[in-house]
């Protein structure tokens, strides 16, 4: 059985989907955009972008009783992989060394909102 996480700490969904799931002991976090959760504001630049898809995700993880250090697996989709080293240096500051997850990135064609980044994890809980 799968168990919908939710929280205001993170974006609304804006479609027909959860922020996230819960089966059995595992989290599966939908992509999160750099929304701030509270303003809606998007920031500019990927530094920025990604350090706001991070604490969506953040936010979602830990609503599900779970830590950046529990992170999996994450997929990154970018807009543009030239901003890759960007992203990582970002990205490192979420995750404790010798606990990073497997992940993919791939640069795409548009995301949603005509953002940078977006960002989904798998995670125990």
């Known amino acids: 059985m799968k168990t919908p996480v ?3 700490k993170a974006p609304a969904a804006i479609g027909p989907y959860a922020q996230a ?5 595992l989290l599966f976090a939908s992509g999160q955009i750099p929304v701030d959760p509270e303003t809606g504001i998007i920031p500019e630049g990927i530094e920025a972008q990604a350090t706001q898809s991070l604490k969506n995700v953040k936010a979602i993880v830990e609503a599900a009783g779970s830590s950046m250090d529990k992170v999996i697996k ?3 989709f970018m807009k543009d992989m030239n901003d890759f080293a960007k992203m990582n ?15 993919s990135a791939v ?7 005509d953002v ?6 798998i995670a125990e809980v």
């Not at 799931?21 to 002991?25: A, D, H, K, L, R």
């Not at 240096?89 to 992940?103: H, L």
């Not at 640069?107 to 909102?113: D, F, Q, S, T």
């Not at 940078?116 to 994890?121: C, D, S």
């Open 21 to 25: 799931n819960i089966f059995g002991n």
């Open 6 to 8: 939710a929280t205001t």
């Open 116 to 121: 940078l980044i977006e960002i989904e994890v």
């Open 74 to 76: 994450t997929t990154v």
């Open 89 to 103: 240096a970002i990205y490192a500051t979420f995750f404790t060394e010798g606990q990073y997850p497997s992940r």
């Open 107 to 113: 640069e795409v064609a548009r995301l949603p909102k």
